[in-house]
Nanobody, 121 residues
Framework: QVQLVESGGGLVQAGGSLRLSCTAS????????MAWYRQAPGKQRELVAS???????NYADSVKGRFTISRDDAKNTMYLQMNSLKPEETAVYYC???????????????WGQGTQVTVSS
């Protein structure tokens, strides 16, 4: 099976920075698109940023210029550098990835358990 484990969340003051990590483990042939989502209390889960295997990135308008997504395929790890954080960005941040476990299998979609990010005002 495949597991995605996030880390790096925590409490930070408004204007501060955090760096989230997501590491995939298990039977992995190839990791395709990876993405970060977040879900604030009482709100729907939303896409924050995504990155393809070729390194193309996509960001939600609200985080452009402040967040940077990256990946290290040698480590099966994705990162999210978050700068100039705002209180309204308090949420659980989830890692998501399309992973092909074996050459002859189709990709499957996996979620991490989430990491809490709290931005105080």
């Amino acid at each position: 099976q495949v597991q995605l484990v996030e880390s790096g969340g925590g409490l930070v003051q408004a204007g501060g920075s955090l760096r989230l990590s997501c590491t995939a483990s298990g039977v992995i042939y190839r990791i395709n698109v990876m993405a970060w989502y977040r879900q604030a209390p009482g709100k729907q889960r939303e896409l924050v940023a995504s990155i393809t295997v070729g390194g193309s990135t996509n960001y939600a308008d609200s985080v452009k210029g402040r967040f940077t997504i990256s990946r290290d395929d040698a480590k099966n790890t994705m990162y999210l550098q978050m700068n100039s954080l705002k209180p309204e960005e308090t949420a659980v941040y989830y890692c998501n990835a399309d992973i092909r476990r074996r050459l002859w299998e189709s990709s499957l979609n996996f979620w991490g358990q989430g990491t809490q990010v709290t931005v105080s005002s």
